[in-house]
Structure formats: structure tokens, C-alpha cells
């Protein structure tokens, strides 16, 4: 990147690359800045979140100073964000993205755990939205992969250190495990392949390394229905009824990620290559979920559960139905409720849930019931100790087979298949 001052680029436009890591990050770092072209795009601004002790002395900045060009900052006070500049977290302290503002905050520690890539990336992709680049470098544990599933939603891009690369693969290996990244490298090749991604989705100040793609005009609609049409016909799902803006932002990031030139290369593509049809559906699905999301009404659902299930006949059987379940969290998080309102009240009732969709993939990470560690940050301790047991080393952790059972999932989309009955 030019080493000459601050780049006067629009807030708005600046492509902001969120970088965390842990356990063995420092290598990963050095190759990472090392790799980046000297004439790097001056509208991207990196950000290291790293995880560090409280009392630790940091001299991150300094050491990555070393590695690159552009100017580095240890972030002690709000700063407004440049285009061309490095910025890096400091001990004890974690970052949010707020407007063209990065502020210094206080770590949190959500339910005794200290995440703060999640935290960070999160406020990232709500910030930047397609503007957003995730970085997961080598780490133990599993910081980093809520935020990817942000960033991913968000219409950003996210790219992840291959773990036979990493000094620690458990945060590549578990970003890796949400099937969500753009792209799996080393780190100094993730480096290259990020500059070359961003300059391709059209960002005018990016360093040249192929021609910018055309954008998906209305006059390209046709084009656009005959790319539904194959993924109808390679998955058996219809999108001609998503919405038009969706549609195109999530076909201009294949084009993007494959490095093609326009609309009608990518047609191709997709209709020679049926991986590529299987790729964009899980892309368009977006799948966004959590335990207990959205607290309101999960709270509002556990009064009304207490009213129903108290007027049921002993010995009767409770059968509830989660369309679009995802990757499962809010079907257990169902789950979870009716069973401890249940117990609570000692009522003599049954359980039976089906939870659907239309995605084969989120089915079958969702009847494993294995999720990453740092799912703890959205479950109480009490719930986390009586419905979960570790995983892995403590990496990850699994839904109790108790509450497991309960849960019947399947394939079914809504539009085409009928419903369940007797709910």
C-alpha cells in the first residue's frame, strides 16, 4: 500500500478486512502483511483483533509495522477509520465498528466467555455490510465463526488460513466447518486472493489485477431467470418469488469469488458445472440462526407455552413443528424451553418436534447437535451445564441425546410439500 499519508476515500465505500486470530497468530500475521502487493487497494482498511492477556504488553503494532508499508495503529481512543491504515486491538480491550467511527469498548465477557473476533466481526457486518471481509487465521477454540456467519449474511466476503498451514487449526478448522468461506489458503496466498476479490467486485481503487466485472443491470433479468431456472432444475427449489435485490447481490458475489467478467460467464458456468448450481442455493438460503434468538420473543413463547401445556391431559403428547430451522439452534432452543417448563411445573406430557428445511446441508449439521464452543455466549450457564456436554477437546460442544431425541428433522420445503398435521 503507499506509504504516503492518509487515502481520502469515502467512508461508505471503504472495504473494511476484519483479521482474527489467537494461539500461533503472530506467523500467520507476518505472511499474511507480507503477502499484500505493495500497490494494494488504499480502500481497504485491515483490522487485527487478537486474543490477548489483560496484562500483557502488546507490541503487535510495532511487529506488523515490520511487515508492511501502510501505517499501524494500536487503537487507544474512537479513531475514524482510513482507507490504507492497519489497526489493531488492544489488551483488555475489544473493538466495534460504528459509521466510519472504530471504538474502543470494554471486553465483555458473555456468559464467562471472552469472544471478541465474534464481537467485533458482528459490528462489522452490520456496519459494512457488502463492504465486510472476514480473515480467520490460525487459533484454538472457536472465536470467529458467529462472526463469519455474519459477515457471510451480510453479503460480505470471508476468507480462512488452510489448517494444515496453521500452527493452530482450531479456528480455521471450525470457520472452515460452517461451509461459508470464499476462499481456503495459506495465509500469505489469502492475502493475493483477497486484494483480487475485492478489486472484482468493481472497487475502483483497487489494485489492478483483472478487469472489474460488468454489474447486473434490469436489462439482464432474462439471464438472471435462466440461472434460477438451472438451480430449480439441478436442487428442485424455486427462488423466482426472493426478492430481485437478493438475488443479484449473491450472483455478483459468485462472480466474484470465480473471478469472471460478467453475467453471461457466469451462466455459463453454472450450467456446465453442477457443483456451482449446489453453491449458490446454500448461498441464497442464507441460513441465520442462534440459541434463543431474539430473547423477547423467546420469553413471550415460554408464557405462552406455560398457559398451554398446563391446560393439556396428563399422559397427552405436545407436537410442535420449526419451519426453516437451519442449522437446528432454534428447534433445540424449543426444545429446551418446553422441557423445562415441563419440569418445573411436573406436568405428565410428551414432546414431539419436527423441525424442517429446505436445506440438506443445515439438516445434517443440525441432527448432529454439535456446535462450536462459543455458542455459550447465547445460553445461560445453568442451561449450558444441564443441556450440553463437551466436545473436542472443549472446542465444541453437543446437545444432550435427552434433548436430541425429541427432535425429528427433515428435508421439506413449505412452498411445495405439504404440512405437518395435528399440531
Known amino acids: 500500500m503507499p506509504p504516503d499519508g492518509p487515502q ?82 488492544p489488551p483488555n480491550r475489544d473493538l466495534r465498528i460504528e459509521g466510519d467511527l472504530l471504538r474502543q469498548v470494554e471486553a465483555s465477557a458473555a456468559r464467562g466467555q471472552h469472544l471478541p473476533i465474534d464481537s467485533f466481526l458482528t459490528s462489522l457486518a452490520t456496519a459494512r455490510r457488502e463492504h465486510a471481509v472476514a480473515v480467520i487465521l490460525s487459533g484454538t477454540g472457536s472465536d470467529g465463526t458467529a462472526g463469519i456467519r455474519a459477515i457471510h449474511q451480510a453479503g460480505g466476503l470471508v476468507f480462512v488460513q488452510a489448517p494444515d498451514s496453521a500452527d493452530f487449526p482450531g479456528m480455521p478448522q471450525s470457520a472452515i ?63 423466482a418469488s426472493y426478492k430481485r435485490n437478493t438475488i443479484v447481490r449473491r450472483i455478483e458475489r459468485r462472480i466474484a469469488t470465480l473471478r469472471l467478467p460478467n453475467l453471461d460467464a457466469y451462466r455459463g458456468v453454472i450450467d456446465t458445472d453442477p457443483h456451482e448450481a449446489e453453491v449458490l442455493f446454500g448461498d441464497l438460503l442464507i441460513g441465520v440462526t442462534s440459541f434463543f434468538r431474539d430473547r423477547d420473543a423467546f420469553d413471550a413463547l415460554g408464557i405462552a407455552a406455560i398457559h398451554v401445556l398446563t391446560h393439556k391431559p ?68 445453568a442451561r449450558l451445564a444441564r443441556f450440553f456436554s463437551p466436545a473436542r477437546e472443549g472446542e465444541e460442544v453437543r446437545i444432550n441425546s435427552a434433548i436430541r431425541e425429541l427432535i425429528v428433522f427433515s428435508e421439506h420445503d413449505v412452498v411445495r410439500d405439504p404440512p405437518f398435521s395435528k399440531l
Open 8 to 89: 481520502e476515500i469515502d467512508a461508505t465505500r471503504l472495504t473494511l478486512v476484519g483479521i482474527g486470530t489467537s494461539a500461533g497468530g503472530l506467523a500467520a500475521l507476518e505472511a499474511f502483511f507480507r503477502g499484500l502487493p505493495v500497490d494494494a487497494c488504499p480502500a481497504l482498511g485491515f483490522v487485527v483483533v487478537q486474543h490477548l492477556s489483560p496484562d500483557y504488553k502488546s507490541i503487535l503494532s510495532e511487529l506488523i509495522q515490520r511487515w508492511t508499508t501502510c501505517p499501524v495503529h494500536e487503537v487507544v481512543a474512537d479513531v475514524t477509520l482510513e482507507g490504507g491504515h492497519v489497526y489493531v486491538t
Open 177 to 239: 466447518a460452517t461451509d461459508l468461506a470464499d476462499q481456503v489458503l495459506a495465509s500469505a496466498e489469502l492475502a493475493k486472493a483477497l486484494i483480487a476479490a475485492v478489486h472484482h467486485r468493481g472497487d475502483p481503487d483497487a489494485a489492478p489485477a483483472a478487469p472489474a466485472p460488468a454489474p447486473i443491470a434490469n436489462g439482464d433479468d432474462d439471464t438472471v431467470r435462466s440461472i434460477l431456472a438451472t438451480i430449480r432444475q439441478r436442487t428442485h427449489h424455486d427462488f
Open 314 to 381: 396428563p399422559g397427552s403428547t405436545v407436537r410442535v413443528w420449526v419451519p426453516g430451522c437451519s442449522n437446528g439452534a432454534e428447534a433445540y432452543s424449543l426444545a429446551m424451553l418446553l422441557t423445562e417448563v415441563i419440569s418445573q411445573r411436573q406436568l405428565d406430557l410428551k414432546i414431539q418436534l419436527f423441525a424442517t428445511d429446505v436445506d440438506p446441508s443445515a439438516i445434517a449439521i443440525a441432527r448432529r447437535g454439535l456446535y462450536p464452543a462459543s455458542i455459550s455466549a447465547d445460553l445461560s450457564p
